[in-house]
C-alpha cells in the first residue's frame, strides 16, 4: 500500500502549457506538502496545507496554484510552464504536532520543460 | 531563518567500512527536531533517523546512529559497516517544534559506498 503516491510520475511538456501533477495520501494525515527540488538536488518547500487550509506559501510565483478538495489529497497546477520550472515535485505529508510534523515523501513528479 | 549546512558536497567510503556525515544549524529557537534523509538514485525520499532537541541522547536505527551537540548546533550521522545499498544522497533537515510545518533542508551529501 503506497502510503503517499503521486501522479504522473514524470512529465514533458512546452513551454506555456498549463499542467497539474495530483497527490494523494493514505496515512490518515492533516497536513500536506510541495517541495521543489531544483537540479543541484536542493529541497526548498513551497506549500503546506493543514486541513485544507493553507499554512505555508514560500514566495512561489502565482503560476503555482495548489488546490486541497480534501485532508488526503493535495494537487500542484502551473499554468503558463517556463524552463526553469524543470524539477522534480515532491509532496509529503504529516500529523500536525506528531514528532516534529515527521514527514512522509511521495515518489517525486519529475517535470520537463521544453 | 534557519539554515542548515552540509559542508560535504561529496563523500566515499568502502564498504563495511564507517563513515559520518557532518550537518550543522542555526536557530533562535530551543524546541525543534533533525532529521537525516536517504535519496537513492530511486529519488524516494527515505527517513534514516530522527532526534529531538530536548534529548540530550543520541539517536540510533542499527547501523545509522547520530552525535547530536546542541550548544554546537550540530548533527553528525555515523554509517556504521556501510553497504552498497547505502549509495546515495543524504540530507539533513530541522523542523520547529512550534507550528512552522515546514522542514529546512541542507544542500545533501554524496555518498558512494564503494566495493
Known amino acids: 500500500d503506497t502510503a503517499v503516491s503521486q501522479t504522473p510520475k514524470y512529465l514533458v511538456t512546452q513551454m506555456g502549457n498549463d499542467k497539474s501533477i495530483k497527490c494523494e495520501q493514505n496515512?490518515?494525515?492533516?497536513?500536506m506538502y510541495w517541495y521543489k527540488q531544483d537540479s543541484k538536488k536542493f529541497l526548498k518547500i513551497m506549500f503546506s496545507?493543514?486541513?485544507?487550509?493553507?499554512?505555508i506559501n514560500e514566495t512561489v510565483p502565482n503560476r503555482f496554484s495548489p488546490k486541497s478538495p480534501d485532508k488526503a489529497h493535495l494537487n500542484l497546477h502551473i499554468n503558463s510552464l517556463e524552463l526553469g520550472d524543470s524539477a522534480v515535485y515532491f509532496c509529503?505529508?504529516?500529523?500536525?504536532?506528531?514528532?516534529?510534523?515527521?514527514?512522509?515523501f511521495g515518489p517525486g513528479t519529475r517535470l520537463t520543460v521544453l | 531563518a534557519q539554515t542548515v549546512t552540509q559542508s560535504q558536497p561529496e563523500m566515499s567510503v568502502q564498504e563495511a567500512e564507517t563513515v559520518t556525515l557532518s550537518c550543522t544549524y542555526d536557530t533562535s529557537e530551543s524546541n525543534y527536531y533533525l532529521f537525516w534523509y536517504k535519496q537513492p538514485p530511486s529519488r524516494q525520499m527515505i527517513l534514516v533517523i530522527r532526534q529531538e532537541a530536548y534529548k540530550q541522547q543520541n539517536a540510533t536505527e542499527n547501523r545509522f546512529s547520530v552525535n547530536f551537540q546542541k550548544a554546537a548546533k550540530s548533527f553528525s550521522l555515523k554509517i556504521s559497516d556501510s553497504q552498497l545499498g547505502d549509495t546515495a544522497m543524504y540530507f539533513c533537515a530541522w523542523a520547529s517544534g512550534g507550528s512552522n510545518y515546514k522542514l529546512t533542508f541542507g544542500k545533501g551529501t554524496l555518498l558512494t559506498v564503494n566495493p
Open positions: 509529503a505529508s504529516s500529523q500536525a504536532g506528531a514528532w516534529g510534523n515527521e514527514q512522509f
Open positions: 496545507y493543514n486541513n485544507k487550509e493553507l499554512i
Open positions: 496515512l490518515g494525515h492533516d497536513t
